[in-house]
């Protein structure tokens, strides 16, 4: 199985999206493996964000994330990166696909509401950056079998 990292980021918290989004992510049948509230300093969005050092949006970028606090949770499942990112939509609201996340409560790109680790090796890079060992929390669901065929 997968596991995903995922960042309400300060604007789903200040809107009062947490349980919302959570929500979606849990109603998809994946599994809450590691969860927590913070505040992210400067140096945790530059490491955070490191793949868009010198793009135009960068600096907007480590202000936003870092301007109040997030939830950072990590999610487990069959195919939980791709699924995430599909529950979450394009990263710009107004081209995202109805019924997504940031479709369904965002606008603009600078504000879009959650962050999905996009691969394996960043999901692995991420969840490493985010949490230590000790977080993670092994646990079945009770009725995975009727998410999970096999
Ligand atoms: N972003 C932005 N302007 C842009 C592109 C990206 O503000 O033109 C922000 C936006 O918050 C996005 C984040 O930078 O979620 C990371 O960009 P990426 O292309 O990795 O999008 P994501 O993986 O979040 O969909
Ligand atoms: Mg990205």
């Given at each position: 199985m997968e596991k995903s990292l995922v960042i309400i980021k300060p604007d789903g918290v200040q809107r009062g999206l947490v349980g919302e989004i959570l929500g979606r992510l849990e109603r998809r049948g994946l599994r809450l493996v590691a969860m927590k509230m913070q505040s992210v300093s400067p140096e945790l969005a530059a490491r955070h964000y490191a793949v868009h050092q010198?793009?135009?949006?960068y600096d907007g970028l480590v202000s936003y994330i870092s301007s109040s606090p997030v939830v950072v949770l990590a999610v487990e499942g069959n195919k939980a990166i791709e699924a995430v990112r599909q529950t979450v939509g394009a990263t710009n609201p107004t081209a995202a696909a109805p019924g997504t996340i940031r479709a369904d409560f965002g606008l603009e790109i600078g504000r879009n509401l959650i962050h999905a680790s996009d691969g394996p090796e960043t999901a692995a890079q991420e969840l490493a950056l985010w949490f230590g060992p000790e977080e993670f929390v092994s646990w079945s669901r009770d009725g995975e079998r009727w998410v999970y065929e096999k």
């Open positions: 010198g793009k135009p949006f």
